[in-house]
């Protein structure tokens, strides 16, 4: 019998976190490689922000804290619910944990039994399926299209849902598309979850503030008020105020999935980081304006990236309303040969050719979900990704 858990041979290690490390270890080796595959603003912390975590550690504020949270920090996210989202969350409703991850974790964790299925639309964020798994839910997919801007429609959500359908996960604007729901495309899907009054909503928001072209960002219980008993709406300060190693992600909801939760996070890691919170209270209620220049720095890189893509024979680039990510097709490149003799197979073999013969790393499609495609993160230099786009184009024009 293995030592290892049987749960764990369901689900695979996270390929983006593989990616970057193998880029790493190619880096420390000597070769000259331009990692677009992380997952995280290229920015730092805003001063004011780790002014306050020097000061929660200088005031004390080291000990550990109520395991959901601090009521500061939960008082600081209900006046973000109510401003932002028009969204009434008591204290009681909210909670903390380390990072957006450990809260979607916590979410499944609490309410799935085996059987219960989680409807996910693909291209999707690498974890939700890995983590349903690890809950015990069987993840069902509903597969969008490049055409439709990588959005589901209500007849992909109608016909992936059935009786045993506990949540639907939405993520706008998501990872890895960077796509974003308008109001109306929202209301399509709400409508179909009024018509089923069993299934849940986990909205994961994280990307809410990262949005270009006047994009405006709406979440479900706001669309339909009527889904707010059923909703848990998750969102952190990781992307938007460039805090990802700071691990502090929230959500509001109903009670007693929020006192559930508490009580998996009492038994798992006690409380979020006492410092972490702190800063994240500054986040959330001192000064905005770094969002707004961070987001016209991505807006200019988003525009860079795709022009710079398009013009490659072969790949076809839309423009995403948000996030930091793009994800082409590599339809016209399928069945072609590299300069290093690799043939183009699917994504994973385009992926690996150019990481090998380039030194550029982006991820696979087939790891979200959606093939053929790969995901580019530009949260990184200008200069960096004109060269990527470079050696991209360079790489697409040997092939043969
Ligand atoms: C869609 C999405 N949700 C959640 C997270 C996790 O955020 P956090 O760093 O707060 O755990 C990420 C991080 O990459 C993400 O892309």
Redesign the pocket.
Known sequence: MSFLSATLSRVKPSP?IAISARAREMKAAGHDVIALSA??PDFDTPDNIKVAAKAAIDAGQTKYTDPDGTPELKSAISAKFQRENELDYSEAQISI????????YNGLMATLNPGDEVVIPAPY?V??PDMVLLAGGTPVIATTTLESGFKLSAEQLEAAITPRTKWIIF?SP???SGAGYSWEELKALTDVLMRHPHVWVMT?D??EHLAYDGFEFCTPAQVEPALYERTLT?N????AHA??GW???YAGGPEPLIAAMRKIQSQSTSCPCTISQWAAVEALEGPQDHIIANNAVFKRRRDLVVSRLNAITGITCPTPEG?FYVYPSIAGLIGRTSAGGTKITDDEAFATALLDETGVAVVFGAAFGLSPNFRISYATADAALEAACARIQTFCNNLT
Not at 97 to 104: E, M, S, V
Not at 236 to 239: D, E, I, L, Q, R
């Open positions: 983006t997952g995280e944990g380390t990072g957006g991850k450990q809260i979607l964020w974890s939700y993520n998501g990872n890895p994961d994280m990307y998750i952190g300060v990781s992307k805090m990802t691990r502090i992600g996030a």
